[in-house]
């Protein structure tokens, strides 16, 4: 497996990290413990040094999670987590807002700790911004951390370019997480650049469209009910129709490549910058080689000047996340 580095502060990783979101919560019901730890070692196995997870994910379950499974392979590789939501300590109750109050940052931190089996977060992401804390609180602490030996790097994710030059000005930034992939494309605009100039790795979660750009979607396709993807706009039956155009183009350049169309599309993430590392998720053992085939796949210039050209073209519907959850977004 190739490695990448994620910014200036030179964080070390796997190109191709995992999101193990889905093995606990976001996409149906948790799956079978023993086979996701079975599915994270194995990971490791073909290479993967980075691992993402956040306390919000079952909550709590997803870090329990994986500090049993990356215990014995602790000093190998790369977790990150994340806090930020408002999500009681004892009970683990949501509230539906934020809170990065920086005691309960702290708080959160040495939970993660315990829950993780590890004495240092490698990369700590404030999860959303919580407009009620300034950042410059939240990287103090953050700050306070780093100094203390529990968190190695600091991260941010689905956060304004404003408010990650102000946060980099009191802590370094190491990584900011955002959805990015051909299905959603807004980073370009402001942030890719700003985090280009401030020397910030990106790190883009639902690389594959949340599995639309994989091909195994069509507007037929039923959704579990407690997937989140049945409340997302992007992801009705009638925007899946209209947007299947976009999975036509990746197929075709898929069929020319001899790749799958997940590989394509990851692909075309790691050609945008070297500093990019994606953290597709997945449950099943064959979708992770697949994933991870990726790194293989070459996309010439020609290549992705045609892919840009065709999907310039193409009129996608429906938003990326419901309005209230939008709301939480690029502030």
Same mark, same amino acid.
């Given at each position: 497996?190739?490695?990448?580095?994620?910014?200036?502060?030179?964080?070390?990783?796997? *190109?191709?990290?995992? +999101?193990? %979101?889905?093995?606990?919560?976001?996409?149906?019901?948790? /799956? $079978?413990?023993?086979?996701?730890?079975?599915?994270?070692?194995? /990971?490791?196995?073909?290479?993967?040094?980075?691992? &993402?997870?956040?306390?919000?994910?079952?909550?709590? /379950?997803?870090?329990?999670?994986?500090?049993? /499974?990356?215990?014995?392979?602790?000093?190998?590789?790369?977790?990150?987590?994340?806090? +930020?939501?408002?999500? $009681?300590? &004892?009970?683990?109750?949501?509230?539906?807002?934020?809170?990065?109050?920086?005691?309960?940052?702290?708080?959160?931190?040495?939970? =993660?700790?315990?829950?993780?089996?590890?004495?240092?977060?490698?990369?700590? !992401?404030?999860?959303?911004?919580?407009?009620?804390?300034?950042?410059? &609180?939240?990287?103090? *602490?953050?700050?306070?951390?780093?100094?203390?030996?529990?968190?190695?790097? @600091?991260?941010?994710? #689905?956060?304004?370019?404003?408010?990650?030059?102000?946060?980099?000005?009191?802590?370094?930034?190491?990584?900011?997480?955002?959805? !990015?992939?051909? @299905?959603?494309?807004?980073?370009?605009?402001?942030?890719?650049?700003?985090?280009?100039?401030?020397?910030?790795? @990106?790190?883009?979660?639902?690389?594959?469209?949340?599995?639309?750009?994989?091909?195994?979607?069509?507007?037929?396709?039923?959704?579990?009910?407690? $997937?989140?993807?049945?409340?997302?706009?992007? @992801?009705?039956?009638?925007?899946?129709?209209?947007?299947?155009?976009?999975?036509?183009?990746?197929?075709?350049?898929?069929?020319?490549?001899? =790749?799958?169309?997940?590989?394509?599309?990851?692909?075309?993430?790691?050609?945008?910058?070297?500093?990019?590392?994606?953290?597709? +998720?997945?449950?099943?053992?064959?979708?992770? #080689?697949?994933?991870?085939? *990726?790194?293989?796949?070459?996309?010439?210039? $020609?290549?992705?000047?045609?892919?840009?050209?065709?999907?310039?073209?193409?009129?996608?519907? +429906?938003?990326?996340?419901?309005?209230? %959850?939008?709301? %939480?977004?690029?502030?």
């Amino acid at each position: 497996m190739q490695t990448r580095k994620l910014g200036s502060r030179y964080l070390e990783v796997s *190109a191709i990290g995992l +999101g193990c %979101m889905s093995m606990s919560s976001g996409y149906g019901p948790a /799956a $079978d413990k023993g086979e996701m730890i079975k599915l994270i070692r194995s /990971a490791h196995d073909l290479g993967v040094t980075h691992f &993402d997870t956040a306390e919000a994910y079952g909550p709590f /379950a997803n870090e329990e999670l994986l500090g049993e /499974a990356l215990q014995p392979i602790r000093d190998k590789v790369v977790i990150a987590t994340k806090f +930020g939501f408002d999500i $009681d300590p &004892d009970t683990g109750k949501r509230s539906g807002g934020t809170n990065s109050r920086p005691e309960h940052i702290k708080r959160v931190a040495e939970d =993660a700790l315990k829950r993780l089996r590890t004495e240092t977060i490698d990369l700590f !992401y404030q999860h959303r911004v919580d407009p009620d804390v300034p950042i410059e &609180d939240v990287a103090g *602490a953050i700050k306070e951390l780093i100094a203390e030996g529990k968190v190695r790097h @600091f991260g941010m994710s #689905e956060a304004g370019v404003q408010t990650i030059r102000r946060a980099h000005a009191v802590q370094p930034v190491t990584a900011v997480q955002s959805e !990015y992939s051909l @299905f959603w494309r807004g980073p370009e605009a402001e942030l890719l650049p700003t985090l280009e100039e401030l020397g910030i790795g @990106f790190v883009p979660f639902s690389p594959l469209g949340a599995g639309f750009l994989t091909g195994k979607i069509d507007e037929n396709t039923k959704f579990d009910s407690t $997937d989140f993807r049945n409340i997302v706009p992007r @992801f009705s039956p009638e925007a899946r129709k209209a947007n299947m155009a976009l999975v036509d183009l990746v197929k075709a350049v898929a069929e020319r490549k001899g =790749a799958t169309p997940a590989q394509v599309a990851l692909a075309w993430l790691l050609a945008q910058k070297p500093w990019i590392v994606p953290i597709p +998720g997945t449950t099943k053992l064959h979708r992770l #080689e697949e994933n991870l085939g *990726a790194v293989n796949v070459e996309l010439t210039q $020609d290549d992705l000047k045609q892919i840009d050209e065709q999907a310039s073209r193409l009129k996608l519907e +429906g938003a990326r996340l419901p309005e209230a %959850m939008l709301k %939480m977004t690029g502030r």
